[in-house]
């Protein structure tokens, strides 16, 4: 223990007062913001009251909502905020999950953050405080260092082999950022007072004599050393406490712990010495499996209507259409705050969660039909940066067309094709280029033989390939098999990477383990030249859980890809249901997309983005995915989790969780291939969750047009003010040079951040002209064309 120790000889303490805001977690949105205006309200008292006082909050949405209701108290907020004594950090509109929103919802919560703050408080942030989220994947010091952060902060999925106090992260472009651990979490230190600390149970709350402040300090040293001790004042809707600035004095001037100061996340780390830390390369992945599967229609629902609003910002910038898209931006990132894109929210929170996402879905609908969308004359355009061709039914009519990168094509343009089908006998065979199938009484694939390699591609002693395989799972909303978690723990604030195995039951076992495979009850095959469609009626049946299932599974006359739509009704409780492909790679790499990006990893379940990859130096098997971010393998087994029947009735009401009798839909992919170009993946899987958007004739006044490397992806292109902006990415991991075919009527660019500001000076070109860019292995690079004024 410390005893009378003086500031010269020990390492100073900075601590930070805040809250931890949840949009929705145990209560709704209204519930908690109710609360919080009030919390801050009591902050401001502080402050008036007390110069020594200093305070954080961490997200604009309540910021936001805070000025506009209070617009007597905007100058005084101004002020304090101008002296730097009222932080906001992360200063994100949300505090996202860092690990399951895309790269592009990222930036845009940094960049609609940040613009609030800058526009109605006049400053810059550099600090991101992210208190409670697990999982942080390797792009993010190249993301958010491009959104102009210089400081990360975290507490949950800290790596094993890291657990430092401070250190400097490196991800896979080689984008470094300062970095501190929040290794006793977020909340710590409470002053006397009164109010009810919510979630205490969760939270490691301390006193604050002499004792506990030289405990806490001796905890954090242990992960040290370090020039200054970082401890919190907080925790979920905590209370500023008003005898905070005078118990601090008192402490002080004992003599007995060390010295102790009021400071912000950014202070803090402008006092440590950067050049004595470590430097820790790669991810910090993964903790709390289950969340990426409960409640997965959130999952669903973000992934689809940020794809839609992607391909809205193309398609105003290719019709020279300018539309407001703000309040549906905000309204999107509201849902990507971490419990409930993570589905661990109460019932009253799901309820609302789906509320926004139908007004999301009315929004999106209307600015479709503003852009002619739905009228007689369809064309579809592809929002993608790669060209595509794909069999497209409409109007009662089949048609094959190849739509180059972010074009359209009309169906004139387009060849039409013979659409009869028939059914045909089981068992059968099918074939096309790239390979060769058996399909056996129940609709399974029993046998596919890639052309190329002329290797088979199933596994013969496992279970049926693509067949549902049920597990029971009496975990909570966070954790699979069990819980309910301990989330003030120092387990809870680590990685957490077990197996996670197709089979986890053991002859020894007391309890049931084993996992249940479907009845098929019904299976028919439809041939016609589009290819042919399997379909499957089936029973998942252990004593009262019964649930019905269909699948539909395409295998196309002219794609690699093996298409699959999986729907049932769920019924029963606890317990999980996986979609299993055993395939006869042995000992392949594992590879998963990450936001702009491919992370390597072990045979644990993480949360992809779109696709995952498992591959020899000969052959491989790619896994697509539509809004399903639970990926993993298992002794050459891949896998991908679609649903938990699962809740958190301990602590609230939770039956809603359980989604007991409402329908759910599942699009996943397939695609055996042989040693092909990274780049092969990725643009099939990235056409598989977003389809071709039917569109009206209007022209495309601006094209853009990418070549000379399939490595290249277009991320965004929007108006930014009176500028288009556009953000590209190396996808692969390889050096790449591309040309850009720059719109006509583009006077001159310049290189832009993440924020869409200016971060170089013009460069004048000619109209239509192509510029060559060169990017590192997974850099992202962005852009702002200025238009001359009479194109607009």
């Known amino acids: 223990m410390i005893n009378n120790i003086s500031k010269e000889h020990t390492a100073p303490i ?156 490196k991800g896979i472009d080689g984008s470094e950022i300062k970095t501190h651990w929040l290794a006793t979490g977020y909340a710590n230190l409470h002053f006397p007072d009164t109010n009810k600390i919510e979630n205490a149970l969760e939270l490691g709350i301390a006193g604050v004599t002499p004792d506990d402040i030289n405990s806490l300090y001796n905890t954090s040293m242990q992960y040290g050393p370090s020039d200054a001790i970082l401890m919190c004042n907080g925790g979920d809707f905590t209370y500023p406490q008003p005898t905070a600035p005078e118990v601090t004095r008192n402490l002080n001037s004992t003599g007995k712990i060390p010295q102790i100061k009021f400071s912000t996340p950014t202070k803090f780390m402008n006092s440590i010495n950067w050049n004595n830390v470590n430097t820790f390369e790669g991810e910090f992945n993964s903790a709390f499996q289950g969340t990426f599967t409960s409640n997965i229609k959130i999952k669903q629902y973000n992934q689809y209507f940020c794809n839609k609003l992607n391909a809205i910002e193309k398609l105003c910038v290719l019709t020279n259409t300018r539309l407001e898209l703000l309040p549906i931006w905000k309204l999107l990132l509201k849902q990507q705050f971490h419990d409930t894109i993570c589905g661990t929210i109460a019932d009253s929170g799901l309820q609302e969660t789906y509320e926004d996402f139908k007004h999301i879905e009315k929004l999106i609908n209307e600015k479709f039909e503003q852009l002619g969308a739905g009228k007689e004359t369809e064309s579809f355009f592809n929002p993608l940066s790669s060209d595509r061709t794909e069999f497209i039914t409409t109007k009662g009519k089949l048609y094959k067309a190849t739509i180059p990168a972010l074009q359209k094509k009309n169906l004139e343009e387009m060849e039409e094709i013979d659409n009869t089908s028939q059914a045909i006998n089981l068992p059968c065979v099918f074939n096309n280029e790239f390979y060769s199938v058996k399909i056996n009484e129940q609709a399974y694939i029993t046998s596919l033989i890639e052309k190329n390699s002329n290797q088979q591609f199933i596994a013969s002693n496992a279970c049926p390939f693509g067949a549902l395989a049920l597990q029971m799972d009496y975990g909570d909303l966070w954790l699979n098999f069990e819980g309910p978690l301990s989330g003030g723990s120092l387990e ?19 309890v049931y383990r084993n996992t249940i495979y479907p009845i098929i009850k019904q299976a028919q095959v439809i041939t016609s030249n589009e290819g042919i469609t399997i379909k499957q009626r089936g029973l998942l049946d252990y004593w009262e859980i019964k649930i019905e299932f269909e699948t539909e599974i395409k295998l196309s006359s002219i794609s690699p890809v093996i298409k699959f739509n999986t729907k049932f009704i769920p019924s029963g409780k606890n317990y999980r249901i996986r979609a299993a492909f055993p395939t006869s790679i042995d000992n392949g790499k594992i590879s998963h997309e990450i936001p702009f990006g491919i992370q390597e990893r072990g045979e644990h379940e993480h949360p992809a983005q779109s696709w995952i990859n498992y591959s020899t130096n000969n052959i491989g098997a790619a896994l697509f995915s539509s809004g399903i971010p639970a990926n993993n393998v298992d002794n050459g087994v891949m896998l991908l989790t679609l649903f938990r029947a699962v809740a958190m009735e301990y602590k609230t009401a ?111 070109i000619a109209s239509d002209e192509i510029i060559d860019i060169t990017f590192k292995p997974f850099e992202i690079k962005s852009f702002l064309l200025q238009i001359i004024k009479d194109q607009r």
């Open 654 to 764: 939770s039956k809603d969780s359980f989604n007991e009798g409402v329908p759910h839909e599942f699009k996943y992919a397939f695609m055996p291939h042989s040693n092909v170009p990274i780049s092969q993946i990725i643009n099939k899987a990235h056409a598989f969750s977003n389809p071709l958007v039917p569109v009206c004739d209007n022209s495309f006044i601006n094209e853009f047009k990418l070549t000379g490397s399939d490595n290249v992806q277009v991320s965004a292109i929007r108006w930014s003010d009176d500028k288009i902006f556009i953000r590209l990415y190396e996808a692969t991991g390889m050096p790449t040079l591309i040309k850009l075919k720059i719109p006509k009527g583009v006077s001159k660019y310049f290189e832009a951040d993440g924020l869409e500001n200016k971060a170089s000076s013009s460069k004048t």
């Open 14 to 169: 900075h601590l930070i007062p805040s809250f931890h805001y949840d949009v929705i977690y145990l209560k709704s949105y209204k519930e908690y913001l109710e609360i919080s205006l009030d919390i801050i309200d009591k902050a401001l008292d502080i402050l008036s009251d007390d110069a020594d006082y200093v305070f954080t909050m961490e997200q604009v949405i309540l910021l936001e909502e805070f000025w506009n209701s209070r617009p007597e108290k905007q100058q005084l907020l101004k002020k304090f905020v101008q002296e730097g004594r009222f932080d906001i950090s992360p200063a994100m509109y949300v505090m996202p999950d860092m690990n399951l929103i895309d790269g592009e919802s990222m930036f845009m919560q940094a960049k609609i953050g940040k613009d609030w703050i800058k526009k109605h408080l006049g400053i810059e942030q550099e600090s991101c405080w992210i208190a409670d989220c697990w999982g942080h994947h390797s792009q993010l010091p190249q993301i958010l260092t491009q959104s102009g952060y210089n400081y990360y902060f975290f507490w949950r999925c800290m790596r094993r082999d890291v657990m430092k106090n401070e250190f400097v992260w």
């Open 492 to 510: 809870a604030s680590l990685t957490q990477n077990n197996p996670d195995p197709l089979d986890r039951g053991k002859p020894e076992d007391i």
